[in-house]
């Protein structure tokens, strides 16, 4: 069994109930539901976007390197 507060104990557990009020806790995981999913879904997307563009992206030195006639005027 626990033991009894007292006037004093009782007068401060009174106090302390605000601190515990569903307003006050967890504010902003109830507010943003989907937030932490949906940049962990972006992050991933940027990851697989970079592995794309080294991988399979064509070289520059075979697109940049032809010259192209100069315009006549």
Same mark, same amino acid.
């Given at each position: 069994?626990?033991?009894?507060?007292?006037?004093?104990?009782?007068?401060? =557990?009174? =106090?302390?109930?605000?601190?515990?009020?569903?307003?006050?806790? $967890?504010?902003?995981? @109830?507010?943003l539901?989907?937030?932490?999913?949906? *940049?962990? /879904?972006?992050? *991933?997307?940027? *990851?697989?976007?970079?592995i794309?563009?080294?991988?399979?992206?064509?070289?520059?030195?075979?697109?940049? $390197?032809?010259?192209?006639p /100069?315009?006549s @005027?």
């Amino acid at each position: 069994m626990t033991k009894p507060l007292g006037t004093t104990g009782e007068f401060f =557990r009174r =106090r302390d109930e605000w601190r515990k009020h569903p307003m006050l806790s $967890n504010q902003m995981r @109830h507010a943003l539901p989907g937030l932490g999913i949906g *940049v962990a /879904a972006f992050c *991933v997307y940027l *990851v697989g976007e970079q592995i794309y563009n080294k991988a399979l992206a064509p070289s520059k030195s075979s697109h940049h $390197n032809q010259k192209q006639p /100069a315009p006549s @005027h």
